[in-house]
């Protein structure tokens, strides 16, 4: 009997201790994923803004080599979740004239650059609702125009990120920024005006306002959603959309995902994998960018739009 009973304690020490060696080991696993996404987010986004590079030497070297061939403005844009890139041509004839050679041009250059893995798709754009003549004058002097006043701004040491500009038909511009110092700058103003009387021979009105508290909170999270559209769509191939909404409080950040709850076998994992993700990518972000951490919720959604989490 006695036997018996310290078999018993023995085996009840041995599982005790096999929990508590579980549980530690269980820990440290942890800890250890904590550092490994952290790593790998860093290198992850160090590459993305390795291809963001490589993609705008791709539009630039690509419109410009288009342009100098005699091809007019090609419009170009991108897709990064579909890894698709759009060549907006004006008609079907000029299309099947011309479509070999700008497909040869634009992967030369990619080539060139070093931007690999996409697919070209071609956009005819109606004849019908091209800009007149009057309107790509227009659109051609507020594009000069806002040139002019992002150098003034850059030279006064303006971050490009901190302001917006809007050029109203009767020559009146209101650039909203975020700067205090910017509302009613009086001196700024008119150092705006003269530069665009200088190179445009234009007399406008400038008036210097301040973003609302809720726009300007918009505009500096809206590089970590940007971030965190990018990274969760690379590594997760479940990933399917993403949305954001400030109201109601806190912010709720909403990943689409295809998974299905009934088959899916691994979800509560995976669900909880895309959460941890999201929080680093966000807590990176935030430390990068100095800004405010504010509330927030992550909302894992399934195929059905049904919240997971």
């Known amino acids: 009997m006695k036997k018996t009973l310290i078999g018993i304690a023995l085996i009840i020490i041995i599982f005790g201790a096999t929990l508590v060696f579980a549980n530690n080991s269980g820990e440290s696993e942890n800890a250890k994923s904590d550092q490994q996404i952290e790593s790998e987010l860093v290198k992850s986004m160090k590459e993305t803004k390795k291809e963001k590079d ?83 004058k227009l659109m051609e002097s507020i594009h000069n125009i806002s040139n002019i006043v992002s150098d003034v701004l850059k030279n006064e040491g303006y971050n490009n990120h901190s302001y917006s500009i809007s050029v109203k038909p009767k020559k009146e511009i209101i650039i909203e920024g975020t700067n205090n110092n910017f509302v009613d700058n009086a001196e700024l103003e008119k150092l705006i005006s003269n530069a665009i009387l200088t190179e445009e021979n234009m007399k406008f009105t400038v008036q210097l306002t301040k973003k609302s508290e809720r726009e300007i909170r918009d ?87 049904e919240k997971i989490n």
């Open 54 to 136: 490589k993609l705008e030497q791709l539009f630039t070297r690509s419109s410009k080599e288009l342009m100098d061939k005699g091809y007019g403005e090609v419009g170009l844009s991108y897709s990064n979740e579909d890894r698709i890139l759009t060549t907006q041509v004006k008609g079907k004839g000029f299309l099947e004239s011309n479509k070999s050679q700008i497909e040869n041009i634009i992967s030369n250059i990619a080539k060139e650059v070093g931007f690999n893995d996409f697919d070209i798709k071609f956009r005819i754009v109606d004849r019908n609702i091209s800009q007149k003549k009057e309107d790509k």
């Open 219 to 305: 505009q500096e999270w809206h590089p970590v959603f940007t971030a965190i559209r990018e990274e969760i769509n690379k590594k997760f191939k479940e990933y399917r959309g993403f949305a954001f909404s400030f109201h109601p409080q806190p912010l709720q950040i909403i990943i689409k995902t295809k998974i299905n709850n009934s088959w899916f076998g691994n979800s509560d994992e995976k669900v909880k994998e895309i959460e941890k993700y999201v929080d680093k990518i966000i807590e990176l972000k935030l430390e990068e960018l100095s800004i405010e951490k504010v509330p927030y919720e992550i909302n894992i959604r399934d195929e059905n739009n």
